[in-house]
C-alpha cells in the first residue's frame, strides 16, 4: 500500500519526509523524477512507493499555494514552500537596520502568491520599534513585536502560530532561526552572529527546513539574502500587492492608472493627506519600474 507524507527538507536529490511511521529520507522516482528538479518543495503533501531500501517518492498531491520567488541566477520562478498558511516577514529594528525595500518586496511576493502575509518586528530589546511597527501596522498587517533575548512577545506569537503552517522569511541576521528555536525548543536551528563591519547577516541558513510544532502546527525556516526578484506579477497587479492601496485604486480617475503622475490619482492623494505612509508608495513606485523595465543583469 502507497504511504503518504510530508515533505521537511531537501539536501542535494534526497528528501526527509514525515510519515505516520516515523521521519524518513527519500529519492524522487518515477514520474516525479521527470520533472524538474525544483519540483517537489518543502511543504508538499507526498505519495511515497514501498520499495526495499531508500523511499520512492512517486507522486505529488495538488498544492493550496507555492511561495515562489525569482533565482538570482537563473530564469524564470523558484519554489520555496508549498501548502502554507501565513507568510511572517521578520525585520529588525537593528543589527541588521531595516532594509525597507527588501521587505516590502517580501510582503509583494506574499500577496501575489495569494498567501496571508504578517510582520515580526525582532530585537526590540535593542531600541525601539514604535516607527517600524507603526509602518505595517498603518498598511494593514498584523505585526508581532518580539525580542529572542528577552522573551518579550515571543508567547503572543507563538500562540498565534498555532497549529499553522507558517513560514519565516526575511533578511539575514534578522532572527529567524533564533525565533524558531526559541518557540521549539530542542532542535536547535543554526544560529550565526552579525557581521561587525558590515552589519548584516552571515547567510547561517542554508536551505528550507519544516519544523513539527508541539502545538500542531509547523514553522519553515528560510535562508535570509539581501536581494530577491519579483516573479510573474503583471505591473497592473502591484498595486492590490500593496493592502493599503486596494480600497484606494478603484476610485482613480482612470482606470489604468498606474498611480505615477495621472490627474485624479486617489492614491497619490493618499499619500499626500498623510493615509498611506510616504516610505510604502517610494517602494511601491521602485517595484513598478523594477517590473515594467528590463529585467536586471542577474535575472
Ligand atoms: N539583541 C538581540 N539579538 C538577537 C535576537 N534574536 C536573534 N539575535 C541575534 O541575531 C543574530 C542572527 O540570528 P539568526 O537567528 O542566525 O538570524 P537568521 O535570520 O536566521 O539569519 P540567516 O540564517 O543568515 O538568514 C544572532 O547572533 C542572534 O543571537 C534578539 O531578539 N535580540
Ligand atoms: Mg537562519
Ligand atoms: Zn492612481
Known amino acids: 500500500m502507497a504511504r503518504r507524507g510530508l515533505v521537511l527538507a531537501r539536501s542535494g536529490s534526497s528528501y526527509r519526509v514525515a510519515t505516520a511511521t516515523g521521519v524518513l529520507n527519500a529519492v524522487l522516482r518515477g514520474k516525479a523524477k521527470q520533472e524538474d528538479r525544483d519540483r517537489v518543495v518543502v511543504g508538499d503533501r507526498v505519495t511515497l512507493d514501498r520499495p526495499d531500501g ?61 498567501i496571508p502575509a504578517g510582520i515580526v518586528i525582532t530585537k526590540i530589546d535593542l531600541i525601539s520599534h514604535a516607527d517600524l511597527s507603526h509602518r505595517f501596522r498603518s498598511a494593514g498587517y498584523p505585526v508581532w513585536p518580539v525580542s529572542v533575548r528577552t522573551g518579550e512577545g515571543v508567547d503572543e506569537l507563538a500562540r498565534e502560530i498555532g497549529s499553522h503552517v507558517t513560514l519565516l522569511t526575511g533578511p539575514s541576521g534578522v532572527g529567524k532561526s533564533s525565533l524558531l528555536n526559541r518557540i521549539q525548543p530542542g532542535l536547535p536551528q543554526r544560529t550565526g552572529e552579525i557581521s ?34 519579483l516573479w510573474g506579477i503583471e505591473p497592473r497587479e502591484l498595486a492590490r500587492c500593496f493592502p493599503e492601496f486596494r480600497p484606494l485604486v478603484d476610485r482613480c480617475r482612470f482606470p489604468d492608472c498606474q498611480h505615477l503622475a495621472e490627474p485624479g490619482c486617489a492614491v497619490r492623494l493618499a499619500v499626500e493627506v498623510g493615509r498611506v505612509e510616504p516610505s510604502r508608495y517610494d517602494g511601491y513606485r521602485i517595484l513598478l519600474k523594477e517590473l515594467t523595465s528590463s529585467p536586471r543583469k542577474w535575472e
Open 54 to 114: 531508500v523511499a520512492g517518492i512517486v507522486a505529488i498531491e495538488p498544492r493550496r499555494n507555492v511561495l515562489e520567488r525569482r533565482s538570482p541566477n537563473r530564469r524564470g520562478a523558484r519554489p520555496v514552500a508549498a501548502n502554507l498558511d501565513r507568510v511572517l516577514v521578520l525585520a529588525s529594528v537593528a543589527s541588521p537596520k531595516p532594509n525597507l525595500g527588501l521587505i516590502d518586496r517580501l510582503l509583494v511576493i506574499a500577496e501575489a502568491n495569494d
Open 196 to 229: 561587525a563591519k558590515i552589519q548584516r547577516g552571515k547567510n547561517t541558513t542554508v536551505t528550507a527546513v519544516m519544523v513539527p510544532l508541539e502545538r500542531g502546527g509547523y514553522l519553515v525556516d528560510t535562508p535570509g539574502f539581501s536581494d530577491v526578484g
